[in-house]
């Protein structure tokens, strides 16, 4: 939750695609690398400004 909702100071939203594009580029990651690399573009792109909302994230792996 707020992950994709986030704006940075030019009012640019995160949004939903960027979210979705990072986390297909991480398909080859173990979770915790997926879970970071999400966190560390998130605050790449807020240009190192605090959240306005408080961020969730539960990561799940699944094993085939």
Do not use: A
């Amino acid at each position: 939750d707020g992950v994709y909702e986030e704006f940075n100071s030019k009012r640019q939203e995160f949004g939903l695609t960027k979210l979705l594009s990072i986390l297909k580029d991480s398909q080859n990651l173990n979770i915790q690398e997926t879970c970071d690399r999400v966190l560390q573009n998130l605050y790449s792109f807020l240009e190192n400004e605090k959240p306005q909302d408080d961020i969730t994230m539960i990561c799940l792996e699944r094993k085939q």
